[in-house]
């Protein structure tokens, strides 16, 4: 049986597929558009017979019916999306088509082949919505953690492409019973991050010479969570979840945007020392803040605990080691990305590269 992966050239879908199938799990039909986010090369290694990529768009009706018919997945985990804020704030259409429309698709063409199987595929499929902790909006110092109760309230046009995608298939649930399980992760942080986000940025930043820019006082609070510990609960979700329910993941590590870029520093200062005697500490700079910053997000992961088993292993500190060390170690998956589209963005959003 296959499971069909939707996104799985970028981040955490590239690292779910190498942990599924190192698991045990049988065969992966990967559905990515190859955007300038998706990575062929992360996975290329894999024996055809357990992996097959399909470059493709999930707003595509026509070839999710097509794959629906050739492969007959037992399950749909959908990681694919336009998944960063800073792009969404100067171009928010793109996420509007994937985000909320492509969703959409997907789960239209997952009720379809759903309700004219049978037997044992009609009864254990699963339909696994990969959201975020952003969807929640923005918490006080004080305020308690995100709760799966806790209302919608998204801030910024990705959370909010992010929330109607959700609503959707939450609905999907509702309306026609497809077997919709939810997830909601804190920030995740590892191998194949694209260097837009935060940690990947500070580092290939700060291996480079470059600034490492701090929106406004660096002070906005994130819970970080190791790739791997996400994949192992998506794993268990997918094998134990109760359809129609949401699940919040975290790491239990809040820490200050600050703290992150600082201890980044303090590993790379032994692990790479810098030429000149400096600390990379000092090429922090603080640049102007993100347009309506959340400024803290913070997870309650007590219901996936209680009820599935889960819990994060890997600290922070462990975490970002091995992060920090598959960076310098990848030089040519570090390379093939520092090109082109990646400048341009460094461009448009940093004015410089
Ligand atoms: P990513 O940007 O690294 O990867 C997204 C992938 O989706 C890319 O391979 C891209 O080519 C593909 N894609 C984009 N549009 C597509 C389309 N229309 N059709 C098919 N494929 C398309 O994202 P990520 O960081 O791996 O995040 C994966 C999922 O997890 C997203 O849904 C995101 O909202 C969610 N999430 C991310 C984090 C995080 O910290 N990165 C935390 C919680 C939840
Ligand atoms: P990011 O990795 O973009 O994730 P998200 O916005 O989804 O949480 O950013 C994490 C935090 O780091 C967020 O508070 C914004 C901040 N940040 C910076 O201060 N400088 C940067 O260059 C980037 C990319 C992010």
């Known amino acids: ?81 336009e998944s960063h804020v800073d792009r969404s704030i100067l171009g928010p259409e793109t996420f509007i088509e994937t985000n909320v429309l492509g969703t959409l698709r997907l789960l239209e063409m997952a009720k379809n082949y759903w309700k004219k199987s049978e037997g044992d595929l009609k009864e254990n499929f699963r339909y696994i919505q990969i959201s975020t902790d952003e969807v929640y909006g923005s918490l006080g110092p004080d305020d308690p953690p995100f709760k799966e109760t806790t209302p919608y309230s998204p801030n910024n046009p990705y959370s909010a492409s992010k929330a109607a995608g959700d609503h959707l298939a939450r609905a999907y649930f509702h309306t026609y019973g497809l077997p919709v399980i939810t997830s ?47 994949t192992r609960a998506l794993r268990l979700i997918l094998k ?26 303090r590993l790379l200062d032994s692990k790479k020392p810098k030429e000149d005697g400096k600390s990379y500490a000092e090429l922090i700079t603080q640049v102007k803040d993100r347009p309506g910053h959340d400024r803290r997000y913070a997870i309650d992961a007590s219901k996936i605990k209680k009820e599935l088993g889960f819990e994060p292993k890997i600290s922070f500190e462990e975490g970002l080691n091995k992060t920090i060390d598959w960076y310098l170690d990848n030089k040519t998956w570090v390379d093939g990305i520092l090109t082109g589209e990646y400048r341009s963005w460094l461009d448009t959003q940093y004015g410089q590269s």
């Open 1 to 81: 049986m296959s499971i069909l992966v939707t996104g799985g050239c970028g981040f955490i879908g590239g690292n779910f597929i190498l942990d599924y199938l190192a698991s045990g799990g049988e065969k992966v039909i990967n559905l990515d558009l190859l955007t300038y986010a998706g990575n062929r090369s992360s996975l290329a290694h894999l024996p055809l017979g357990s992996y097959e990529l399909i470059r493709g768009d999930i707003r595509d009706q026509t070839l999710l019916e097509k794959i629906f018919s050739i492969h007959q997945p037992e399950a749909i985990v959908h990681f694919a999306a």
């Open 184 to 230: 909601n992760c804190s920030n995740n942080y590892g191998p194949y991050q694209f260097p837009e986000k935060l940690i990947p940025l500070m580092i290939l930043n700060a291996l480079g010479d470059k600034p490492l820019p701090i929106y406004g006082d660096g002070l906005q609070i994130r819970d970080w969570l190791f790739v791997s510990d996400h």
């Open 240 to 265: 134990k979840g109760t359809p129609g329910q949401t699940y919040n993941i975290g790491g239990n590590s809040e820490k200050t945007n600050l703290e992150v870029v600082k201890t980044i520093c």
